[in-house]
Each structure stands twice: as structure tokens, then as C-alpha cells.
Nanobody
Framework: QVQLVESGGGLVQAGGSLRLSCTAS????????MGWYRQAPGKQRDLVAT???????NYADSVKGRFTISGDNAKSAVYLQMNSLKPEDSAIYYC???????????????WGQGTQVTVSS
């Protein structure tokens, strides 16, 4: 009912930058929050950053000052600018969106398929 398509992952050297993009589509009445989570091998999926439709942001302590989340409500899109990347940032990054569906405004919480980010030392 809601599809999230991510792009922008890849391989980068430590200190480099990447920009992730995610676009939502489907039976969307509203999007209240979009965000990025990441999961490294053998670890749980952790929050990276979120942004509300009103523009409020939240970041994991480990990425504050290095990553910037932004959104485009008109495009149902969210972006993650990642600077000063470190090897420990390597993980699969997942896009997330939560809101309400058409026509009955049932709530949803959707995930993208994930995009690999690898930072070499």
C-alpha cells in the first residue's frame, strides 16, 4: 500500500560524503514522519535520523554534526546528507515512513528495501 524506494548508497572512503534519497508512493493520505535507520551485520536496526512533516528533526548522537536529514513534503521524499563518514557508519540504511492511508486513514508504518553504505578506512 505504501512503497518506499531508496537510492544513493555505495562505497566511499573515510571522510567522504554520500547522499541518500527516499521517495514514498501508494495510497498515502498523509506522512507524519520519515526517517532513516541502519543495521550493521549482527546488530539491531538503529535510528539514524527522523523528520516530521513540520520539519522537526531528531538524530542519533553518533551522527550529530555529520549527517543532515531533510524532507520535501510535495515529493513525499526524504534525504540524508552524510558527511565525514567513518567505517563504523557502514551498514544497510533503511528508509521509514509513517502516516495515514487513503481512503479510511488507517495508520501505516512502511520500510524501504534498504541501501548499502560501505565506508572504507
Amino acid at each position: 500500500q505504501v512503497q518506499l524506494v531508496e537510492s544513493g548508497g555505495g562505497l566511499v572512503q573515510a571522510g567522504g560524503s554520500l547522499r541518500l534519497s527516499c521517495t514514498a508512493s501508494g495510497s498515502i493520505f498523509s506522512i507524519s514522519t520519515m526517517g532513516w535507520y541502519r543495521q550493521a551485520p549482527g546488530k539491531q536496526r538503529d535510528l539514524v535520523a527522523t523528520i516530521t512533516s513540520g520539519g522537526s528533526t531528531n538524530y542519533a548522537d553518533s551522527v550529530k554534526g555529520r549527517f543532515t536529514i531533510s524532507g520535501d513534503n510535495a515529493k513525499s521524499a526524504v534525504y540524508l546528507q552524510m558527511n565525514s563518514l567513518k567505517p563504523e557508519d557502514s551498514a544497510i540504511y533503511y528508509c521509514n515512513a509513517a502516516g495515514e492511508l487513503t481512503p479510511l486513514r488507517a495508520k501505516y508504518n512502511a520500510w524501504g528495501q534498504g541501501t548499502q553504505v560501505t565506508v572504507s578506512s
